[in-house]
């Protein structure tokens, strides 16, 4: 095997992080360009257990998603990670993670009803759809979200 100066080594790692930004660079340019229609985005989070509960917050809930409401189509995650809402962690708990495909939207006034299918269906607990409805009611800033079989509703965040 032939020999690498450091001088050569800086060299290729230039090259192939330009080639690397250049690359990166190109889908996001395709993505402002192609920015048609109204898009609907948006994120909501809160506590588990809930504010129902007298116990207090241990973890939070997050849903957020981008849909394009001329085409009916987007995708919204759903994912519950360790900590209180005001800082929680990065790391998710197993298990309670959703990508939905939006398959359907149907609007009243300030409230968007987003149905679709979870993706991969082998996080879902035993009894729970693959089939889920996602209202975003932007009047009152929730969003009512399918969570372990039931629906909560989480405020908007920043």
Same mark, same amino acid.
């Given at each position: 095997?032939?020999?690498?100066?450091?001088r050569?080594?800086?060299?290729?790692?230039?090259?192939?992080?330009?080639?690397?930004?250049?690359?990166?660079?190109?889908?996001?340019?395709?993505?402002?360009?192609?920015?048609?229609?109204d898009?609907?985005?948006?994120?909501?989070?809160?506590?588990?257990?809930?504010?129902?509960?007298?116990?207090?917050?241990?973890?939070?809930?997050?849903?957020?998603?981008?849909?394009d409401?001329?085409?009916?189509?987007g995708?919204?995650?759903?994912?519950?990670?360790?900590?209180?809402?005001? $800082?929680? &962690?990065?790391?998710?708990l197993?298990?309670?993670? !959703? /990508?939905?495909? +939006?398959?359907?939207?149907? *609007? #009243?006034?300030?409230?968007?009803?987003?149905?679709g299918?979870?993706? $991969?269906? &082998?996080?879902?607990?035993?009894?729970?759809?693959? !089939? /889920?409805?996602? +209202?975003?009611?932007?009047? *009152? #800033?929730?969003?009512?979200?399918?969570?372990?079989?039931?629906?909560?509703?989480?405020?908007?965040?920043?």
């Amino acid at each position: 095997m032939e020999q690498m100066d450091r001088r050569d080594f800086v060299k290729l790692a230039g090259v192939g992080t330009a080639a690397a930004a250049a690359a990166a660079s190109v889908p996001l340019a395709a993505q402002l360009v192609q920015k048609t229609g109204d898009v609907l985005r948006f994120r909501a989070s809160g506590g588990l257990p809930d504010g129902g509960s007298k116990m207090p917050a241990y973890a939070t809930h997050i849903v957020e998603g981008t849909v394009d409401l001329s085409a009916g189509t987007g995708l919204v995650t759903s994912r519950v990670l360790a900590g209180h809402p005001d $800082d929680p &962690s990065m790391v998710g708990l197993p298990g309670t993670s !959703r /990508v939905m495909r +939006v398959t359907g939207v149907a *609007r #009243k006034g300030s409230v968007y009803r987003l149905q679709g299918l979870v993706e $991969d269906r &082998s996080q879902l607990a035993r009894g729970e759809s693959h !089939r /889920v409805e996602i +209202v975003v009611d932007q009047g *009152r #800033k929730v969003v009512l979200a399918p969570f372990v079989g039931r629906h909560k509703t989480l405020p908007f965040s920043g």
